[in-house]
């Protein structure tokens, strides 16, 4: 078992940049695929971001590369998302999650751990 939460969302201009922590206690956190999943209203849940245990690969939505960057520190249980040229398009709640699968999935349903989520609010 894993507990997760994340902070750093916020409201930001346009073209701004935001960084989302999320802090794992728990088991060890250092075995856990980590992603981040975003939902804006009326709208489906969307793969943003993951990155492998040890941190050496990571995956990104389309919408977001080249923009976003997911890194993690095992030693500090957190894995962060650093945003950047921030559109209104990304405003949503984002969430932190975790699996012991090796490999990473774009679905959510595969993530067994849910953080509560923070809220993101980029204005035009």
């Known amino acids: 078992q894993v507990q997760l939460v994340e902070s750093g969302g916020g409201l930001v201009q346009a073209g701004g940049s935001l960084r989302l922590a999320c802090a794992a206690s728990g088991r060890t956190f250092s075995p856990y695929t980590m992603a981040w999943f975003r939902q804006a209203p009326g709208k489906e849940r969307e793969f943003v971001a993951a990155i492998s245990w040890s941190g050496s690969s990571s995956y990104y939505a389309d919408s977001v590369k080249g923009r976003f960057t997911i890194s993690r520190n095992n030693a500090k249980n957190t894995v962060y998302l650093q945003m950047n040229s921030l559109k209104p398009e990304d405003t949503a709640v984002y969430s932190c999650?975790?699996?012991?699968?090796?490999?990473?999935?774009?679905?959510?349903?595969?993530?067994?751990?849910w953080g509560q989520g923070t809220q993101v609010t980029v204005s035009s």
């Open positions: 999650v975790a699996s012991r699968a090796l490999s990473y999935s774009r679905d959510y349903a595969s993530y067994p751990y």
